[in-house]
């Protein structure tokens, strides 16, 4: 398990969000960490994340076991809101409605292509989650127009919080 720290600054965040600690985990490929997760739910746990985003690839589309993911999902969901956006593996398992589905059965928040507020003490923040470009087409790059993603892009810079 490899943890890395990063402190982000900027006057475009509110100052409620000083001490805002976001968790993000990605391309667990359906890999286990002890017994039903404990040794990545313990590391997360000694941080006290606010929320916990999960960018996808929860499971390996070659060894399909959701099990192993929602042992992940089911202990981190215990230490704060988890966020998820889906990944290359979710798409190319052809089950990407039952792995949703188990998420949002447990309380996952869905951010697939969608902009969510989180607030605190009356001031927001704005969560993106932007699908990987396989939901869209089973070769990575037919049907991906560049100048399409750019204008969806540029449309979320004009709203307050993307600037």
Known sequence: ITISNFNYS???????FNDFKIVHISDLHNKMFG?????????????SPDIIIVTG??????????????????????I???????GNHEAWSG????????LIEVG?????????????ENSTIYLLGLSDPSFL?????????????EEYLSNWSNIEGFK
């Open 137 to 149: 087409t089973s070769n990575y790059t037919d049907g991906t127009d560049i100048s399409n993603m």
């Open 35 to 47: 017994k039903e997760q404990s040794e990545i739910l313990e590391e997360i746990e000694k941080l």
């Open 10 to 16: 900027s006057y475009d965040v509110p100052s409620k």
């Open 108 to 120: 996952v928040n869905i951010i697939d292509d969608t902009k969510l507020e989180i607030t605190k």
């Open 95 to 102: 089950k990407y409605s039952e792995i949703k589905d188990s």
């Open 57 to 78: 690839d929860l499971i390996d589309r070659r060894r399909y076991n959701l099990d192993k993911a929602m042992d992940f999902i089911n202990g981190a969901i215990e």
């Open 80 to 86: 704060a809101p988890i966020y998820y956006v889906s």
